[in-house]
């Protein structure tokens, strides 16, 4: 796999371990795929660029393990990191907020990407909910990383979210309206992130063109 | 529009901090440079509806609480995505069992092997009340499953195509669809495992061993469609197990699919 640098965004890690997931891709059955997961894991709590692609990485070796010998240790103990990481979540966000969105990032994107039987796995659904609503409360509306974050998050996995939980969805949406409406020192860019988040679900997961000219255009000063 | 389009599509404007150069939000700029003062003033948002104003006056107080503190939702979420993932591959085997069945009571003509009334194949009879009790199908599909995680297994399949199985020779899987008493099903299932062994890897002592331990005081019974178990079926011995495996492949209890 000559583009696998590009394709899984591996480039942050030294070459050894490069190499071991470059076999994990290849030959599943010949590493130690428990300690493949905990680097990916540990990684993606590190590296924002790549916890925003990490579930693809992910995606492609639960598939190689099922395709080689039907196994899913990796799947196994990628959903136990994953939940240990989330019962522990609000003492990493006191500890790094950094962490913090490193972690949803990662959540999210391993709910994008790992399907089960081409849906979304139930059981993160929920999890993924927590994480939303958490991003959406005041003190975190208050940091620009974690709008950001949850802006990001919902704008690739909203749609998805919604239907497997409408009414988590409308839940989270009274927040960020309340937040937008009311939360006061919200600065300027967390307010337009929420405006356009807004938008973007009231328009079904998508922009009406003028809302997309409206952010996306360059303004004329 | 399909989740992965419309994914591209938002990817393609958010992925990576080198698009936040790029200003994927333009209005960004705009903001960052108007934001010490000449924004647009208060009153021109305070001048639109009452309604929006008594909303917003309404909503001060009803800020909703969320549930507090990391409450796991599940024991195990590996074993809940297991669990899903049995739950909807049995419903695809249902939808595909269902398929067959229309097929074989309107159309003979849509099978594809169809070597007449007599091939116990897949197509179950037309009319036949299915099992469709998800938590049977579960537990049977676990049963499978286990039986079908071996190396025997692996063997086996990769050694026999299916087209060039023989009935009563080569094991077949028992069909979880049919209607069978409990004891029927556990008792094919644990037939058929013991005929997989025949596949088992050699070991350093022998060739390939049967564990005889396995159809040791084994009950015939008969496939039943009720649940009926006060029937007094008779024992069959050690000694007489090899034949007693072959005669009863000979009794079509290996019905169904693979």
Known sequence: ?221 | MSFRHKSRRTDADYNGDENRNRGPLKRYNYWKRVADGSMRSNEDMDSTSDLKKSNVNHRRTDIRPVSEGPVPRCMDWEREVETDEMCSSVCCDMQRYRRRTLATEFGPREQKNSSGSSDSRDSPVPGEVMEEDEEVLMRRQKQITYGKNTLAYDRYIKEVPKHLRQPGVHPKTPNKFKKYSRRSWDQQIKLWKVKIHAWDPPSPGGQYEVDLDDVMDIELDFPELDSDSSAQPPKVSKASSSQAVSSLSSLGIFEGNY
């Open chain 1, 1 to 221: 796999m000559e583009n696998c640098k590009e394709d899984y965004k591996i480039q942050s890690f030294d070459l050894e371990t490069q190499n071991l997931l470059k076999t994990a891709l290849k030959e599943p059955s010949t590493v130690d795929l428990e300690k493949v997961s905990n680097v990916i894991v540990d990684q993606s709590l590190k590296d924002q660029v790549f916890s925003k692609e990490a579930g693809r990485i992910c995606y492609t070796i639960v598939q190689a393990e099922a395709k080689h010998n039907n196994g899913n240790v990796f799947r196994r103990n990628l959903l136990n990191r994953l939940q240990q990481e989330f019962v522990a979540r609000e003492d990493t966000r006191l500890r790094s907020l950094q962490e913090w969105v490193c972690f949803v990032t990662f959540i999210c994107n391993v709910f994008d990407y790992l399907k089960v039987n081409n849906m979304p796995m139930v059981a993160l659904v929920h999890p993924v909910f927590d994480c939303m609503l958490r991003l959406a409360q005041p003190d975190s509306l208050n940091n620009e990383e974690e709008v950001d974050c949850l802006v990001l998050q919902l704008h690739r996995i909203g749609d998805q979210l919604e239907k497997m939980d409408g009414q988590k969805m409308d839940e989270l949406f009274y927040l960020l309206r309340d937040g937008f409406l009311l939360q006061e020192g919200l600065s300027s860019m967390a307010r337009l992130l929420l405006l356009e988040i807004l938008e973007f679900r009231a328009g079904g997961w998508m922009l009406s063109d003028t809302a997309q000219k409206y952010y996306y255009s360059e303004v004329t000063d």
